[in-house]
């Protein structure tokens, strides 16, 4: 069996983090004989070049990140129908398992939205304005974030969500998320929140608030070192920098590369393909974790990761062992 693991955010560290999680799960299985990555570079026209080269190859099974979501079913779809295991996993592609592909492994980013907004809209006390910052246009988890945040903040009048609808568009980049943040800052005097599905990438706006004379307002996102290292430095001289973070699920390849095995060895799938959301730090009430920040790991760290400090340096460094070296 082979078992090819397909991300188009590579060029992002945090995808490392991601990869070096998908092959200690290939090593996992004995049935496993070759693992195979490639690296779609942001670039959806290359994401599908390289899905129809492995395919052509005769790959067993694809485990496929589609941030680029509806643009990537077609080849998906080709993929399948030629007879190769597919699993997309974490954007929705559209399309239906059973037709499009086998599986596809999701998560409830409306229930994230639903957690951070419940936070947000705890710390503002029913008041004030929010910017939401997504990935790339129309993705599902944003869209679906921005629905879980607009669940909440109807019953919270005094809460405004601010700037484009339904959310500012970043790409998942944190160049251009520091860019959207300084017009952000421009345009409107009063931010009281900032909710981001990137953490890492928001972090690295910090500096934006600062150039404009701004505070920190409250953050609610997914976590990363960067933010937890940020936090315990600023905090105390910043008071209203209130951080919540749901877990970033670098982790959640590691369903999908279970299930895309089980399926090509004929072993037992997971009972769900739903990957549930979890609070991971919560600066006021410390539950389930106060912001953690290990100053020994790159910024790019994500602290829910699962993996451990050295497998972390490893990954951030672009060390990923071979199936062979696990075994």
């Known amino acids: ?8 955010h590579d060029a992002l560290p945090i995808w490392e983090l991601t990869r070096y999680s998908a092959v200690t799960i290939a090593a996992e299985c004995p049935s496993v004989t070759k693992y195979v990555y490639a690296n779609g570079e942001g670039n959806t026209q290359k994401a599908i070049s390289d899905i129809n080269s492995l395919v052509a190859q005769g790959t067993t099974a694809i485990v496929d990140f589609p941030d680029a979501g509806k643009a990537m079913l077609p080849v998906l779809t080709k993929a399948y129908q030629a007879g190769t295991i597919v699993v997309p996993y974490r954007v929705f592609p559209g399309g239906t398992a059973g037709q499009n592909y086998n599986a596809y492994i999701s998560t409830n980013f409306t229930s994230a939205g639903v957690l951070w907004g419940q936070d ?4 503002l006390h029913g008041q004030g304005n929010v910017v939401f910052l997504g990935g790339p246009p129309a993705n599902s988890q944003s869209l679906e ?41 421009s345009k409107y005097p009063k931010i009281d929140a900032v909710v981001s599905d990137f953490g890492t ?9 600062q150039k404009a004379g701004r505070q920190i307002p409250v953050i609610a996102t997914e976590d990363g070192n960067s933010l937890g ?26 369903y999908a590369m279970r299930y895309a095995i089980a399926l090509a060895t004929k072993g037992k799938v997971p009972s769900s393909t739903v990957v549930p959301q ?34 972390q340096q490893a990954a951030l460094k672009g060390v990923i062992p071979s199936l062979e070296s696990l075994r």
């Open 120 to 123: 947000v809209a705890t710390a």
């Open 145 to 185: 974030e921005y629905q879980g945040l607009q669940s909440v903040f109807k019953n919270y009048p005094g809460i405004h969500i601010i700037g484009q609808k339904p959310y500012n568009v970043t790409n998942w980049d944190p160049a251009m998320t520091q860019q959207v943040v300084a017009s952000l800052l």
């Open 1 to 8: 069996t082979e078992i090819y693991t397909l991300s188009l």
């Open 278 to 311: 979890q609070n991971f730090e919560n600066s006021v009430t410390g539950q389930p974790n106060m912001p953690v920040c290990n100053k020994s790991l790159p910024a790019t760290a994500i602290m829910s990761s699962g993996l451990s400090a050295a497998e």
């Open 201 to 209: 990438a928001l972090a690295a706006s910090f500096p934006q608030f």
């Open 229 to 254: 290292c940020d936090w315990v430095s600023m905090h105390q001289s910043d008071p209203n920098f209130k951080l919540f973070t749901v877990s970033s699920q670098t982790w959640m390849v590691e």
